[in-house]
């Protein structure tokens, strides 16, 4: 990523992160901001993030690792990942109508992690997020062996987690990623 690049992609988040600190109170965007810059790799992936249309944005912070937690904060499933399906098995099960790809693979590439039902649920905890679209969330290993994934929305001001066969696909369906730096 070119440096003019990297700066402007800095101030979208930092215009982001101050317009929404009800998402991260307590933290500072000059702390994030140098974690941003000692992991240069990881704003390649936050550029993605934003690239395709997620609006990443700090949810937590890690005191621990000292890593904070970005994610995909736009209102509607991102734009620029759906109509895929869950993941490359289920690509490769596909007889016809392939979608262009899957969400694991996307996330892979992108270098970002899908978020599991109670990340998911969390983020709904923040806002209302999914109200006309759905998101592939991490699925357990025991539902996607009998050929299932999980999705996610949130309806009638409750946020609910479906399930559907992982090699569907929808265009109103995409995924919301995470991102530890």
Known sequence: MTPPKAEALLQTLK???EANMMR???????EVERRLKSHPGKLKALFEMEQTGGEPDVIDHDAKTGEFIFCDCSPESPKGRRSLCYDQAALEARKANKPLGSAMG????MGIE???EAQYRALQQLGS???KTSS??????????LGGALFGDRRYDHVFVYHNGAESYYAARGFRGLLRV
């Open 114 to 116: 899908l978020l599991t």
């Open 24 to 30: 991260h109170p307590n933290l500072s965007w000059v």
């Open 15 to 17: 215009t982001r992160f």
């Open 106 to 109: 996307l996330a892979a590439a």
């Open 129 to 131: 997020f999914d109200t």
């Open 136 to 145: 592939w969330l991490k699925t357990p290993e025991p539902i996607r062996k």
